[in-house]
């Protein structure tokens, strides 16, 4: 394992003083999973005062970001590096945060109180790689499994529930059987659990490529945090247009949507209103009328609750209301839908379209593929050639509809007029054209 020179320094000079040190976690499993090893944590025999001291003696700046947990942060180079005495949990009262934590001098003690073996593994250039609990054989086994009791691992932090399903998903590791009992035993747990954290852990499983099978057979645990989305877990669609129930549908759409938080956040939560709208006809065919709205509503308060950025908000319940709204082909529409939504939106809805068209049925949706490919080219088009599809592309503007006369709402309803008129091919973006056209309409 190849550490960086900073790494490698801290761990030296560390080691310089008679203690033990070692790159731990993350890191290490990342590098045996052939990922590399960015973001090093590094682990230590020394006590927080201990680790100050060394830094200071060796001229390496420091922040005291955690010394009741024994954590120091070195600052080298622009990096950070977070350096912990080995350490024992107190009981965990809340389901969150040990009420207490014991400094020890021994690194498989350190180890033991990690959440999954796969995580319980340490290295240094002197000794290798330290494996206390089987961490290299599950990692080739591509198992994710508790260190020791997993009932208790979980009870500790409910955090490491969420954890283990987002590594299913990231790293396409089946959960070992003891470990995911646990894991529905005690999925409430997750109630107790800060909605910020909640939601790091959703983000990265929704981008990871297992995500299809983590969301299908964990969906009662996702339900704890998003209960809303329980609602569809069994809900048919009999239709020609589909092969799945609306989960598995929502499942599927996710997985084919690009990775990216809000793309598949969007296709996570655009069906929720099926639970609400469904009706069968004469044929025994389901229809969905409506859905999209309130879907919207629902997806809104998740989002909410969740508390995420205005632009993760913003571009999901902008694509919700209208997922299931036809595009077309038609150079003039999607300039009409360029004037509407504007190219960021637009090159989002079809995104969105073509994920929920790869989660339906693929016999009867092939034409619709096909056609979203010419959306996309011509949208690519238009922009490339710079024609015009909003108002501020107009070769006139408002100072000049005010100088033929127009004034107040009639300035933007002549505008509009303009752009529908330039749009459909009737008159030239050019000024002098333009002018004239005003004036004989």
């Keep these: 394992m190849t550490l960086s020179n900073n790494a490698k320094k801290l761990i030296s000079v560390i080691e310089q003083q008679g203690y033990e040190a070692y790159a731990v976690g993350g890191c290490v499993r990342d590098y045996l999973l052939g990922r590399g090893c960015d973001d090093v944590d590094i682990a230590t025999s020394a006590t927080p ?3 100050e001291q060394i830094l200071t003696d060796n001229h390496i700046r420091f922040i005291e970001t955690g010394l009741k947990h024994g954590t120091v942060t070195a600052l080298l180079d622009y990096e950070s590096y977070e350096i912990t005495t080995y350490r024992t949990d107190g009981s965990y009262l809340d389901s969150r945060h040990p009420e207490n934590v014991s400094f020890v001098t021994n690194l ?12 319980a593994l340490a290295y240094n250039d002197s000794r290798g790689i330290v494996d206390a609990f089987g961490g290299q054989q599950d990692i080739e086994d591509k198992l994710i499994r508790a260190v020791g009791d997993p009932d208790a691992r979980f009870k500790e932090d409910a955090l490491r529930i969420m954890r283990a399903i987002r590594f299913s998903s990231v790293l396409s590791f089946e959960i070992e059987s003891k470990t995911k009992k646990a894991l ?7 109630k107790n659990v800060s909605v910020e954290r909640l939601f790091a852990e959703l983000s990265k499983l929704l981008l990871g490529d297992n995500v299809f099978n983590t969301l299908v057979e964990y969906r009662d645990i996702i339900a704890v ?3 809303e989305l329980q609602a569809i877990f069994n809900v048919p669609q009999n239709t020609n247009w589909h092969i799945y129930n609306v989960w598995e549908h929502t499942c599927k759409s996710v997985e084919s949507a690009p990775k990216d938080l809000s793309l598949r956040l969007t296709m996570l939560l655009h069906d929720i209103g099926k639970a609400y709208t469904r009706t069968t006809d004469a044929l025994g065919v389901d229809h969905f009328r409506g859905h999209q709205q309130i879907s919207a509503y629902y997806a809104e ?18 694509l919700v209301p209208i997922h299931d709204m036809h595009i077309g082909t038609d150079e003039k529409k999607i300039k009409r839908w360029l004037s509407r939504v504007g190219e960021a939106q637009l090159r989002d809805l079809v995104e969105v379209k073509r ?23 011509r949208i690519n088009t238009i922009i490339a050639q710079g024609e015009p599809f909003s108002v501020k592309d107009l070769a006139v503007n408002g100072n000049d509809i005010i100088a033929l006369g127009y004034k107040g709402k009639e300035i933007g309803e002549c505008l509009n007029i303009i752009l529908n008129a330039v749009i459909d091919g009737k008159v030239e973006n050019d ?3 333009l002018i004239e056209f005003i004036k004989n309409n």
């Design 225 to 227: 945090i998003i209960p």
């Design 301 to 318: 308060s998740v989002l909410k609750r969740f508390k995420v950025s205005n632009e993760i908000y913003n571009r999901v319940m902008s």
């Design 108 to 119: 498989r003690e350190d180890l033991s109180r990690r959440d999954f073996t796969i995580n």
């Design 355 to 377: 994920a929920d068209k790869l989660a339906q049925n693929p016999e009867m949706t092939q034409t619709e593929l096909e056609k979203l490919n010419i959306t996309e080219s």
């Design 184 to 190: 529905f035993d005690n999925k409430e747990l997750l």
């Design 49 to 51: 005062f201990e680790i």
């Design 431 to 433: 000024k002098l054209k």
